[in-house]
């Protein structure tokens, strides 16, 4: 018999291991660019392996899910993070770092990967968004507790390996959780061919969603982990910035079921979009106590992209099956991943243009980070007359007909 709470349970600390090795790899970026001499550009290979692994892992277990089940794919998620945070720890340089965060990313998306269609498969409707979007909230939740932990540790100069250990606590649990459960059948709308599932998702609006995952994985992601290093010198503390913007995301998506239900996905999506850029704009722009301010509008933003993306194929392109939820996913981390060492990149280069106009100091790491953050606010600009044309073109269309196309 399944216990569902259980399993949600597991889900959800599954997620906040994630979670861990985004916030706490983010706070760490200054240690291991001293420990190991790494460049910006470096770090952006790095932090892109994490983003690689995700949507490998993801595809695969979408692939693979109506066939060897969540349950196998899970456990394969438990190896791969407990590897990937030992040889973290053991790296020794920056071949290592390579290899090991890309099995953090690989656990890390079997997580989506099996995590999602067990939930969708568990329960419908609303309540299904509801759960989506509080199953959602622990990324955002765990990104708040990781940076509060990573700035305590570091303020009392214990090392980034002894803050990598950290991760492995919520790991053991997620394993305990699922030991020995049943999990959930598929629902019979989902247990299509093969053949069945990519003809839904050649369908147009699948393919418009699948390139709108590549915009607000981005927008969300890229401001994010490259905060301790673009706002170190904003006058407001980077690491406190990220536990103020993902508290916040976690909050919203507690209440996203309501919200989606009042306005439907394409309208928060919009919105979303709209907050995103103007907070982006904001955190370009401001020092001090409005980095703060900006970082709110920022949070509201991002807040309800990720859980509403997944939730609109579950929900009105639901032929695509689980699949169809992991390569939407798994489209906004290879994006992400692909933008990475571009960002590093884009922080090495304001850095010598601002060097070269004379800037020294703070001063310079402020004007490069806010230089920085300018270029990031194409993402929700796309986003903004993107989500516009699905706004006007699927508001009105119920998930019945969404499966016929």
């Known amino acids: 018999m399944t216990n569902s709470k259980r399993l949600f349970y597991g889900s959800c600390f599954a997620l906040i291991t994630t979670a861990f090795s985004f916030s706490i790899r983010a706070g760490i970026l200054p240690q291991l660019a001293e420990s190991f001499d790494l460049s910006g550009q470096q770090l952006g290979f790095i932090n ?103 700035l305590f540790m570091t303020n009392l100069n214990l090392g980034w390996q002894a803050q990598i250990w950290i991760i492995m606590i919520p790991t053991l649990i997620y394993a305990y959780l699922f030991m020995g459960q049943s999990f959930p059948k598929p629902k019979s709308e989902a247990v299509t061919s093969i053949a069945e599932n990519f003809k839904a998702m050649l369908s147009p609006v699948y393919l418009f969603i699948l390139l709108c995952m590549a915009f607000t994985a981005i927008s969300e992601f890229g401001p994010q982990q490259w905060t301790s290093l673009i706002l170190s010198s904003s006058g407001a503390h980077p690491m406190v910035i990220l536990a103020l913007i993902t508290g916040l995301m976690a909050i919203g998506r507690y209440f996203g079921g309501d919200i989606v239900h009042r306005f439907d996905q394409t309208g928060v999506l919009l919105g979303s979009a709209l907050l995103t850029a103007t907070g982006i704009f904001l955190l370009s722009t401001q020092t001090g106590f409005m980095v703060y301010i900006a970082a709110i509008f920022f949070a509201l933003g991002v807040c309800y992209f990720w859980p509403n993306m997944i939730g609109f194929v579950a929900e009105k392109i639901p032929l695509s099956g689980a699949l169809g939820m992991s390569i939407v996913g798994g489209m906004g981390m290879f994006s992400t991943s692909i933008f990475q060492a571009i960002i590093g990149g884009g922080i090495d280069s304001s850095t010598a243009e601002q060097s070269a106009l004379g800037l020294e100091g703070t001063a310079l790491e402020l004007a490069a980070g806010q230089q920085t953050l300018t270029y990031m606010i194409s993402f929700p600009g796309i986003l903004i007359i993107l989500f516009s044309i699905l706004y006007f073109w699927k508001r009105d269309v119920k998930p019945v007909s969404e499966q016929k196309i």
Not at 114 to 131: H, R, S, V
Not at 133 to 142: E, V
């Open 48 to 150: 892109s392996m994490w983003f690689l692994g995700f949507p490998i892992s993801m595809i695969l277990g979408g692939l693979f899910y109506h066939t060897i089940g969540p349950k196998l794919i899970m456990q394969f998620a438990f190896l791969t993070h407990t590897l990937g945070i030992i040889l973290t720890i053991f790296s020794g340089g920056y071949t290592g770092l390579l290899i090991s965060t890309l099995l953090i990313g690989i656990g890390n998306g079997c997580t989506e990967a099996a995590c999602n269609p067990m939930i969708a498969d568990e329960y419908e409707g609303k309540q299904m968004n509801t759960l989506l979007n509080r199953f959602h909230m622990w990324f955002p939740g765990g990104i708040v507790l990781g940076s509060l932990i990573s």
